[in-house]
């Protein structure tokens, strides 16, 4: 692989950029794989990276119904951040943010992760004790967190409106430093292009119609494209389209997708530096470096596979964004989109095995996966290298839904499931 | 934004009058003391969740305040019909639907 | 300052018998804090490119001079800085949309110490080519560490136009609204459906986003029934109010139509205000929005023309060919002296044609195609001006780094258009 540095833009700038090395190759699928990941968006992908880089696995296929990256993984607001309630997905997320922090340099590609701080807003007493339980807790575990007053807030966040006198007014908020945002679509292409190099065959523009199980166990998948492919393993990475790709294989599981959008405004002169969540009026709010504010809400509240949201969703996330802020009123909004996000009733993921022998999924991610992508990916990776449940995976299981072992998530998941 | 028509108060409302509460038709075990875990894990969590025809159940919070079914798309967001919980009709097509339904679904 | 690209006829010229200005009222405003005078009627782009303007913004990233290209919502440069007071600033307000009103401020939104001079200009002309699209995807990894010094320097070149700081002491209001049949865009094709869906009694919504009624019609100096396209929308519009009056009918000017949602679920964003002042009065309001249930929607917004690619075509100076038809017939501006058309259709004629019965130079048009006898080309011919039949522009070429476009490069291409040959220079102002 060809390296990425200052030095080599300066190389190839003086013969017009000809000759640079593609980012990844686009073979034609062989017919059998070791490993098939099914779904090319930033956890698929990073699972193919990691198996390919940390376990030796490199006869793998990562298959992907339309483009890399384009599902959720470029859809959502880039926020990642480990502060979560218990102790099994705070050691998840945290995993993961220890990898985002040398992410960049791993696959020589900036993802651009920037540890601008995520504010968590507290407007009631009841929001100031949850957060204090959560801070604590965090803290036991060894991540960071603070709780600040509005005064700190202020410094933090001078535009914003700490005034007692607002109808939701600021009480605290908890500070996670370390948190932050990334730029999507590079977290994909830099897994694809490490993943590529390393021997994984990306195939894109193709969709898996079936699964190939002979006695309880899957041998392959069933393509549109390329026909059946063989394969020992089965990793399913699919989102929002999880319901679907379990059907295929006969199974059920606790999840329902919904829409999820987000919203741009036009790119205006940096105002905001940090990133700023509130569940109480429920929106979140960042700024990128090309000066958009990145706005998300909540998600619809009914079923839908249309990657587009509902319209009182968007009235409800401007409304909630200019109670904190009402100083964005006159910025205009650029775009609005909506992804699929796979909800689970503890807003909780599952990485896990199924009664289907060698076939496994990692979905459940809902609204707060690409903050997980390069831990989902390792673990994931070690989970399927191994035969054996990664220690951070275990916990996560479809199993808990029969125990009841259930890890309640849904009050630092920052959007209401 | 949806136009939903309330069987209930017989008029198309918009989709901010309503609730949705998720699939419909999942019956409740008789007996919730005799099922395995797995029987009632399967009925707290576990749902189809497919894209295309889904029926739903949803709520007319303000409105009449009362629960109904609505049977849609959910590629298209196309509404096909809204109906009232024991609308007997319904029951026969779901009926034949259930049984259509593929062979594994019970393998969990 | 002096117009001194208006074109001082009265509206009985019947050259200019559709213009929309209306010169005795001028009226008074400022741009990057000099005072310019345009007349009611002007949009800020029709103002400035009337008073000689031709750099009014830089690019994002290599700092490259920019000017007016089109003359509606597909303005890609024109981006001002807009509002008098804290309270009243408006981001990113493209000067192709916005009519002026006495005592306007605007700015542009980048250019350093101004936008005439800009120093990021100077460092984007020498090194561009070391900053091919996705560089920073590249680089700024070592030391890991240093991100946050890098990104620091890189946020400041961020974003356009800046959020006021203080809150919005205007008023807005949302309206509930249900139609019958709603038509978006009201140029010849709306107005008629309007027309047509109101008189069968139907309750009827139509929404555009400009100032006036009459979309391209009002850019236009076509004859509809040997009238000026004027008098036709006049008339329309006239009986349209008719049904206003009634109830019937709703006409919303400055709307646009800014989403789509299901089960025919539209959304508008009317601008009641921002055409006349800076901050609306006590208890009036700014802005509505309204939320329209439709039985039907007819979509009529048009079409917008696509730019042709040639090497800088971003210079200031080179326009769409719409737009220039637009600044003379509307608002009787002619940006620039000297004219080169290059077109793939007839209907880069017309500019020339306009250009030419305006008064000044058009030095050639440039026709992708193979000679051949239209309507529009005997016309052209027929006012003596040079059509160059399978060729192209390649270039468009500068005196100096800020200065506007002063001459177009053409070649002629062979038989499949792929390739071309042989070089000519043509000296414009416009192309």
Redesign the interface.
Same mark, same amino acid.
């Given at each position: 692989m060809k390296k /990425? =540095?200052?030095f080599?833009?300066?190389k #190839?700038?003086?013969n #017009?950029?000809q000759d640079w090395q593609r980012v990844w190759r686009n073979p034609t699928p062989k017919k059998h794989y070791d490993i098939i990941i099914v779904g090319g968006g930033g956890h698929g992908l990073a699972t193919a990276y990691y198996l390919a880089k940390e376990f030796g696995i490199t006869n793998v296929a990562v298959i992907e119904k339309g483009y890399l990256g384009g599902g959720n993984t470029a859809r959502n607001t880039t926020i990642v951040r480990s502060n979560y309630l218990w102790d099994e997905s705070s050691h998840l997320y945290e995993h993961s943010l220890k990898l985002w922090e040398?992410l960049?340099?791993e696959l020589?590609?900036?993802v651009?992760?920037?540890?601008r701080g995520v504010l968590n807003l507290g407007h009631t007493l009841q929001d100031m004790r949850d957060i204090q339980r959560r801070v604590n807790a965090n803290r036991l575990n060894g991540i960071d967190g603070e709780i600040l007053d509005p005064q700190q807030i202020k410094e933090i966040v001078p535009?914003m409106?700490c005034s007692a006198n607002r109808r939701y007014p600021v009480l605290g908020a908890s500070w996670q430093p370390r948190g932050g945002v990334a730029?999507h679509d590079?977290v994909a292409?830099?897994f694809a292009r490490g993943a590529s190099e390393l021997g994984v065959d990306l195939i894109q523009q193709c969709q898996v119609t079936g699964f190939e199980i002979k006695n309880g166990m899957v041998t392959g998948v069933k393509t549109d494209s390329y026909g059946l492919i063989s394969a020992a393993k089965v990793g399913c990475v699919v989102a929002g389209n999880s319901g679907v790709v379990a059907s295929m294989a006969g199974l059920r599981l606790p999840i329902e997708s919904h829409p999820l959008q987000a919203f741009v405004s036009?790119?205006?002169?940096?105002?905001l530096d940090t990133v700023v969540m509130s569940n109480h009026v429920h929106g979140y709010i960042s700024? =990128?470096?090309?000066?958009d504010l990145v706005i998300g809400s909540g998600i619809d509240h009914y079923n839908g596979y249309g990657q587009r949201g =509902?319209?009182p969703i968007?009235e409800h996330a401007v409304a909630a964004i200019l109670e904190l802020f009402?100083?964005?009123?006159?910025?205009?909004m650029n775009r609005q989109w909506g992804g699929i996000v796979d909800t689970c009733p503890d807003a909780c993921p599952i990485i896990s095995k199924t009664p289907i022998k060698n076939l496994y999924f990692n979905c459940g991610w809902g609204t707060g996966g690409f903050k997980a992508t390069p831990g989902s990916g390792h673990v994931f990776a070690a989970s399927l290298a191994k035969d054996e449940m990664h220690e951070l995976a275990k916990p996560f299981s479809l199993d808990r839904f029969y125990h009841g072992s259930l890890i309640d998530e849904h009050g630092a998941a920052g959007v209401a499931h | 934004?949806?136009?939903i028509h309330c069987p209930i108060c017989n008029e198309p409302r =918009?989709e901010d009058e309503f609730h949705c509460a998720g699939e419909g038709h999942i019956q409740r075990p008789l007996d919730p003391m005799a099922t395995s875990d797995k029987e009632w894990g399967d009925y707290l969590f576990f749902r189809s969740n497919p894209r295309g025809t889904y029926r739903e159940l949803w709520q007319h919070t303000i409105g009449c305040r009362k629960y109904f079914y609505i049977k849609r798309n959910t590629e298209t /967001?196309q509404?096909y019909k809204t109906y009232k919980l024991d609308d007997k009709s319904e029951r026969v097509a779901l009926d034949k639907e259930h049984s259509n339904k593929n062979k594994f679904g019970d393998l969990l | 300052m002096k117009q001194i690209n208006r074109v001082r006829q009265n509206r009985s010229s019947k050259d200019f018998a559709c213009s929309r200005i209306d010169f005795s009222q001028p009226i008074h405003f400022s741009f990057n804090g000099k005072e310019y005078t345009g007349v009611l009627g002007d949009t800020i782009a029709s103002a400035l490119l009337a008073n000689g303007i031709d750099v009014v913004g830089r690019s994002f990233k290599y700092g490259r001079p920019r000017g007016i290209v089109t003359a509606g919502s597909d303005e890609p440069n024109a981006i001002l800085q807009l509002g008098n007071c804290e309270a009243?600033?408006?981001?990113?307000v493209r000067a192709t949309q916005q009519l002026i009103f006495e005592g306007l401020e605007c700015h542009s939104t980048s250019g350093w110490p101004s936008t005439r001079f800009h120093l990021m200009g100077i460092f984007g002309a020498l090194f561009a080519?070391?900053?091919?699209p996705g560089?920073?995807?590249?680089?700024?990894?070592?030391p890991?560490k240093w991100?946050?010094y890098y990104?620091k320097w890189?946020?400041?070149g961020?974003?356009?136009?800046?959020?006021?700081?203080?809150?919005?002491e205007d008023i807005y209001e949302v309206i509930n609204q249900h139609a019958d049949v709603l038509i978006v865009g009201a140029g010849a094709a709306g107005l008629s459906a309007a027309l047509g869906a109101s008189r069968m009694g139907a309750r009827v919504i139509l929404a555009d986003e400009q100032n006036e009624f009459g979309g391209s019609l009002l850019s236009s100096n076509i004859k509809i029934n040997d009238r000026c396209t004027r008098d036709w929308i006049d008339a329309v519009v006239a009986e349209l109010i008719n049904y206003e009056s009634q109830g019937q009918l709703l006409l919303l000017k400055h709307a646009t139509v800014n989403?789509y949602?299901?089960?025919?679920?539209l959304?508008i964003h009317e601008r009641c205000t921002d055409h006349l002042k800076d901050k609306a009065a006590q208890n009036e309001v700014r802005q509505r929005y309204h939320r329209v249930?439709a039985k039907q929607v007819i979509l009529a917004t048009g079409a917008l023309e696509r730019p042709l690619v040639f090497a800088n075509n971003d210079l200031p100076g080179c326009m769409l060919a719409s737009a220039i038809s637009t600044y003379i017939n509307r608002y009787q501006v002619i940006p620039g002296n000297t004219l080169v058309v290059m077109t793939a259709n007839d209907s880069g004629y017309i500019a020339a044609i306009d250009w030419h019965n305006a008064g000044r130079r058009v030095a050639a048009v440039v026709d992708t195609r193979k000679s051949h006898a239209s309507e529009l080309s005997k016309q052209v011919k027929a006012l003596g001006i040079t059509i160059i039949y399978q060729s192209a522009v390649i270039e468009a070429r500068r005196k100096r780094l800020n200065s506007r476009v002063c001459s177009a490069v053409i070649m002629s291409m062979d038989s499949t258009g792929d390739a071309v040959k042989g070089v000519k220079k043509l000296f414009c102002v416009t192309l």
């Open positions: /990425y =540095s200052a080599s833009l300066f #190839h700038g003086l #017009h950029h040398s960049s340099q020589n590609y900036n651009m992760f920037s540890q535009y409106d730029r590079a292409w830099g036009e790119p205006i002169k940096p105002i700024q =990128s470096d090309k000066g =509902s319209y968007i009402p100083n964005f009123s006159r910025v205009r | 934004m949806f136009l =918009s /967001y509404i | 009243t600033q408006v981001p990113n080519r070391f900053l091919p560089f920073y995807y590249k680089t700024f990894m070592a890991a991100w946050k990104e890189i946020r400041k961020a974003g356009l136009g800046r959020s006021p700081n203080r809150a919005d989403g949602h299901d089960h025919n679920f959304t249930r």
